[in-house]
């Protein structure tokens, strides 16, 4: 009996399947497109991600290196990521602790892979993933590297495989490690447009996991990759964790307080019966319009809810 293949659709992937375009975003199914997106220390959650816009990316032979201070070269099972089409813009997440969800497809545990990996810690750490045909000494196979170190301090040990991911056009500079700390939680990297060269500079670094609306998904991955809205600005917080922001004393709605909102509370001087939208022209929401209403507007006069 031939093997169920897994087709892991990610947030977006409806979307993306109907046709609609991602500017800045890569076609086709280059194995390049398939990169590290990020890594949680505290949680041990490793995530793969497919850059592609159009294809889904079969990961049948793929295999992953990984280093440390103290161990090189353990390799993931030739056949552990095997049935698995990773779709377009969708993501695929590797427990280390073996704690994934049961019954989420786009969730493994390390132990399906062979149990190669070393337990995801702050650094020194390097890790690599390979597509077939796979030669681990040949850098032009790689379809993914990163490296990171307490303070970016390089790492003789770490550094095995770090020669082959520069020389393969993955990675900047084998000297160069993303810098951690002691305190690091979560490294995700910081590049939309699915490029194959990288270095720290691509990756943040931070003390905890981003997730205001608690979907699992870090905001930054949310806004970029899943196209949640944030557009109040774009100030890096999906718009469905904020409260949408209102100008004191805007009674028209227009998201300015202007003198447009003292002719609408003068035209419904006392006014005291609630319509479908409150009582028009009540500023200061007592439930009726009145002079005070106006004297509020007035103090709040050149309010921009572009400018909160």
């Known amino acids: 009996m031939m093997p169920t293949r897994s087709v892991l659709l990610g947030a977006a992937c409806a979307a993306t399947l109907a046709g609609t375009a991602h500017a800045g975003l890569s076609t086709g199914n280059d194995p390049r497109l398939v990169q590290i997106r990020s890594v949680d220390t505290a949680s041990g959650i490793l995530e793969l991600f497919n850059h592609s ?3 889904a ?3 049948d032979g793929w295999r992953f290196c990984s280093h440390d201070e103290d161990q090189i070269r353990r390799y993931s099972a030739a056949n552990g990521l095997n049935t698995i089409d990773l779709a377009p813009r969708a993501s695929l997440f590797i427990h280390f602790n073996n704690d994934a969800p049961a019954g989420e497809a786009d969730r493994i ?4 892979l062979g149990n190669f990996a070393l337990p995801l810690d ?3 750490y390097a ?4 597509f077939p045909p796979t030669q681990f000494g040949n850098g032009q196979q790689i379809a993914d590297h990163l490296q990171w170190a307490v303070d970016g301090i390089d790492n003789a040990s770490a550094d095995e495989r770090s020669d082959e991911a520069q020389n393969g056009g993955v990675w900047t ?3 160069t490690w993303i810098s951690t700390t002691n305190d690091t939680a979560f490294i995700r990297l910081n590049d939309v447009g699915g490029n194959e060269l990288h270095g720290p500079a691509d990756y943040d670094v931070l003390d905890a996991f981003p997730d205001c609306n608690e979907n699992g998904i870090d905001d930054f991955a949310d806004i970029n990759f899943f196209d949640a809205p944030d557009i109040d600005p774009a100030d890096g917080i999906p718009d469905a964790c904020q409260t949408a922001a209102t100008c004191p004393g805007d009674v028209n709605g227009d998201g300015q307080t202007t003198t447009a909102d003292i002719t ?4 419904n001087l006392g006014a005291g019966t609630p319509d479908a939208q409150g009582t028009p ?4 929401g007592d439930g009726e319009t009145t002079t005070a209403d106006i004297t509020f507007i007035v103090s709040n006069l050149g309010c921009d809810v572009n400018d909160l």
């Not at 545990?109 to 399906?112: Q, S």
């Not at 609408?264 to 035209?267: A, E, G, H, N």
């Open 53 to 55: 816009e159009t294809d």
């Open 57 to 59: 990316i079969a990961l």
């Open 109 to 112: 545990n390390l132990t399906g």
């Open 122 to 124: 702050n650094g020194p």
């Open 127 to 130: 890790i690599q993933i390979y």
């Open 173 to 175: 500079d084998q000297t």
């Open 264 to 267: 609408l509370s003068v035209s």
């Open 281 to 284: 022209g009540d500023a200061n």
